[in-house]
């Protein structure tokens, strides 16, 4: 299938931005859409390239990713599909925009969060980062899985009733495991982002850019 082919099946912004530097690939969470994430970019990275896609699964109405089941709402039964469709769309939208081979750094919230992760674990090396809001591990890494190289930022709140920590922690455990340069950022809240969450993603991002490895320590609320 042609890049424009695959492109037309998508929602989607792209915005060129600045002529060097990692492209951001802005993910919603569910019920969010392309000029949410989009608005969130320019605040967090201004002039950073962005590429902004809306989830073509609807839940009630709502832009998801990927579908979850009724019964279990950590099951997703349509995971690997959707996640190499967006892998496709990610490749194709790059390549259309006059972005191809530059470094691919992912920002996502909730299901977009579990989006950038499952990226991650199905095609290591198409991201060089992410930075995951609120995320959990939406599938086992396979055998052998090499991150070595992605620097990963997860947010995550330690009241959080939508994801409760042992999901995020099986979510770092298995980002170290494959080598991934993970740091932990932990607020004493729940699902919802706070102003310091969105700073330290900002720092994050500008410490990415400036080839530094970040030096805080996790935190855990």
Same mark, same amino acid.
């Given at each position: 299938?042609?890049?424009?082919?695959?492109?037309?099946?998508?929602?989607?912004?792209?915005?060129?931005?600045?002529?060097?530097?990692?492209?951001?690939?802005?993910?919603?969470?569910?019920?969010?859409?392309?000029?949410?994430?989009?608005?969130?970019?320019?605040?967090?990275?201004?002039?950073?390239?962005?590429?902004?896609?809306?989830?073509?699964?609807?839940?009630?109405?709502?832009?998801?990713?990927?579908?979850?089941?009724?019964?279990?709402?950590?099951?997703?039964?349509?995971?690997?599909?959707?996640?190499?469709?967006?892998?496709?769309?990610?490749?194709?939208?790059?390549?259309?925009?006059?972005?191809?081979?530059?470094?691919?750094?992912?920002?996502?919230?909730?299901?977009?969060?579990?989006?950038?992760?499952?990226?991650?674990?199905?095609?290591?090396?198409?991201?060089?980062?992410?930075?995951?809001?609120?995320?959990?591990?939406?599938?086992?890494?396979?055998?052998?899985?090499?991150?070595?190289?992605?620097?990963?930022?997860?947010?995550?709140?330690?009241?959080?009733?939508?994801?409760?920590?042992?999901?995020?922690?099986?979510?770092? !455990? @298995?980002?170290?495991?494959?080598? @991934?340069?993970?740091?932990?950022?932990?607020? !004493?809240?729940?699902?919802?982002?706070?102003?310091?969450?969105?700073? @330290?993603?900002?720092?994050?991002?500008?410490?990415?850019?400036?080839?530094?490895?970040?030096?805080?320590?996790? @935190?855990?609320?």
């Amino acid at each position: 299938m042609s890049d424009a082919a695959i492109l037309d099946g998508w929602r989607h912004l792209v915005e060129p931005g600045a002529p060097e530097g990692a492209v951001l690939l802005m993910l919603h969470g569910t019920g969010g859409d392309e000029r949410d994430m989009a608005a969130l970019g320019r605040a967090l990275a201004p002039g950073a390239p962005l590429v902004a896609p809306r989830g073509r699964v609807s839940e009630g109405g709502m832009a998801r990713f990927f579908s979850r089941t009724p019964a279990d709402p950590f099951r997703f039964p349509d995971l690997p599909e959707r996640i190499d469709e967006l892998a496709a769309f990610v490749r194709a939208a790059t390549a259309a925009h006059g972005l191809a081979g530059r470094p691919v750094v992912a920002v996502g919230y909730s299901n977009g969060a579990n989006a950038a992760a499952a990226l991650m674990l199905r095609h290591p090396g198409l991201l060089a980062g992410g930075a995951l809001l609120r995320p959990m591990l939406p599938a086992e890494p396979p055998p052998g899985l090499d991150l070595a190289g992605t620097r990963v930022l997860v947010a995550a709140g330690s009241a959080d009733t939508m994801i409760p920590p042992p999901r995020v922690e099986a979510l770092v !455990a @298995a980002l170290r495991g494959a080598g @991934a340069d993970v740091q932990e950022r932990w607020e !004493a809240t729940g699902h919802g982002l706070t102003q310091d969450d969105l700073a @330290a993603t900002a720092r994050w991002l500008a410490e990415g850019a400036a080839g530094r490895s970040p030096d805080a320590p996790p @935190a855990r609320g």
